[in-house]
């Protein structure tokens, strides 16, 4: 096995409404002997008050060009390996690149590295597609189910002690039903007039939950989006951590990513059905048959499918950026 050469370039990405920290006095260095190991140190400035940000690590591929993201690093803690990747303080960061795991035998003689600090991790899973969240809105994790939206609502509700709590804490015992929905019932025309979608047919920025929890350039996807997912990619019914849901993955040049959907379930008036075998994501795009629906992605064990569904019904969200040409 060769062993390679760690160039590092250094990047920073940052939500709009956000100034970006920067990274500085990046140093990598492999392990000696060779392991597949690579110990890499940098200072991160910048971060003020609340806002939260995660260590992104990506190689550039010297035969192709390709940036591959790298999956295992983690940050040294007093030590320990953390798979908790937030950057929520300014100082010295230690990380640790597993690069045999990631990359199978290292042949290469150079290779750069891409340190990147980033809001929320993303994954292209066909050419010229949008970027996908690698998380729901309100999760910390893949596999964590997050918050559940109607379609249009933009504050989200957790399940907690058999209740839904908003995200905002605004109410302590919300229903998910056709009167607390305002979208219910409205035909796409009325919808545009009052300003919850644009004229394209899509939930306006100020109604679109993905935007409002995120903030940039972060949407829900379209359900021409979610039809391109269908198409573009395959999936297996799995489990991640325990928890069950659909590994979404890419084909030909793109086989090598995938993100994770939690099969979350459904919330409907007080109650939540269907965790752990039935998933159902909101699209922005309302639905072309009648006043009461919008398109959504439904899957379990047995299918992956679209789906026009209630709009009062609480349902998870994850978000993209980006569009496809």
């Given at each position: 096995m060769k062993s390679i050469k760690l160039t590092l370039l250094l990047m920073s990405l940052a939500a709009?409404?956000?100034?970006?920290p920067t990274v500085t006095d990046v140093v990598a260095k492999q392990r000696y002997p060779w392991n597949g190991l690579v110990d890499i140190t940098c200072k991160v400035t910048g971060i003020s008050g609340t806002d939260q940000w995660k260590f992104s690590v990506s190689a550039v591929m010297p035969d192709s060009g390709e940036a591959r993201q790298v999956s295992q690093f983690w940050v040294v803690k007093n030590g320990v390996n953390s798979t908790d990747k937030k950057v929520q303080?300014?100082?010295?960061?230690?990380?640790?690149?597993?690069?045999?795991?990631?990359?199978?035998?290292?042949?290469y003689d150079n290779m750069v590295m891409r340190v990147t600090v980033i809001d929320h991790e993303t994954v292209q899973l066909w050419e010229n597609g949008p970027y996908w969240a690698t998380t729901n809105i309100g999760a910390e994790n893949p596999e964590d189910y997050g918050y559940y939206f109607w379609w249009g609502d933009t504050v989200g509700y957790k399940r907690e002690n058999n209740k839904w709590v908003a995200s905002d804490g605004s109410s302590s015992n919300f229903s998910f039903a056709p009167g607390n929905t305002p979208t219910y019932n409205k035909s796409n025309s009325t919808l545009q007039s009052e300003g919850w979608i644009t004229a394209d047919g899509v939930l306006s920025p100020e109604h679109d939950a993905a935007h409002i929890h995120w903030g940039g350039n972060w949407r829900m996807p379209t359900d021409a989006e979610f039809s391109a997912l269908e198409n573009n990619c395959t999936t297996t019914w799995t489990t991640r951590n325990g928890v069950y849901g659909r590994l979404v993955t890419g084909k030909g040049a793109y086989a090598d990513r995938s993100i994770f959907l939690p099969a979350a379930g459904r919330g409907y008036?007080?109650?939540?059905?269907?965790?752990?075998?039935?998933?159902?994501?909101?699209?922005?795009?309302?639905?072309?048959?009648n006043s009461y629906d919008a398109w959504s992605l439904n899957f379990f064990s047995g299918d992956f499918y679209r789906y026009d569904d209630d709009r009062y019904n609480g349902q998870s969200v994850r978000p993209v950026r980006g569009f496809a040409e």
């Amino acid at each position: 096995m060769k062993s390679i050469k760690l160039t590092l370039l250094l990047m920073s990405l940052a939500a709009n409404v956000i100034a970006s920290p920067t990274v500085t006095d990046v140093v990598a260095k492999q392990r000696y002997p060779w392991n597949g190991l690579v110990d890499i140190t940098c200072k991160v400035t910048g971060i003020s008050g609340t806002d939260q940000w995660k260590f992104s690590v990506s190689a550039v591929m010297p035969d192709s060009g390709e940036a591959r993201q790298v999956s295992q690093f983690w940050v040294v803690k007093n030590g320990v390996n953390s798979t908790d990747k937030k950057v929520q303080a300014n100082g010295t960061y230690k990380l640790l690149w597993d690069a045999k795991a990631d990359l199978g035998q290292v042949i290469y003689d150079n290779m750069v590295m891409r340190v990147t600090v980033i809001d929320h991790e993303t994954v292209q899973l066909w050419e010229n597609g949008p970027y996908w969240a690698t998380t729901n809105i309100g999760a910390e994790n893949p596999e964590d189910y997050g918050y559940y939206f109607w379609w249009g609502d933009t504050v989200g509700y957790k399940r907690e002690n058999n209740k839904w709590v908003a995200s905002d804490g605004s109410s302590s015992n919300f229903s998910f039903a056709p009167g607390n929905t305002p979208t219910y019932n409205k035909s796409n025309s009325t919808l545009q007039s009052e300003g919850w979608i644009t004229a394209d047919g899509v939930l306006s920025p100020e109604h679109d939950a993905a935007h409002i929890h995120w903030g940039g350039n972060w949407r829900m996807p379209t359900d021409a989006e979610f039809s391109a997912l269908e198409n573009n990619c395959t999936t297996t019914w799995t489990t991640r951590n325990g928890v069950y849901g659909r590994l979404v993955t890419g084909k030909g040049a793109y086989a090598d990513r995938s993100i994770f959907l939690p099969a979350a379930g459904r919330g409907y008036d007080s109650g939540l059905g269907g965790p752990g075998s039935n998933g159902i994501y909101w699209s922005s795009s309302p639905g072309s048959g009648n006043s009461y629906d919008a398109w959504s992605l439904n899957f379990f064990s047995g299918d992956f499918y679209r789906y026009d569904d209630d709009r009062y019904n609480g349902q998870s969200v994850r978000p993209v950026r980006g569009f496809a040409e």
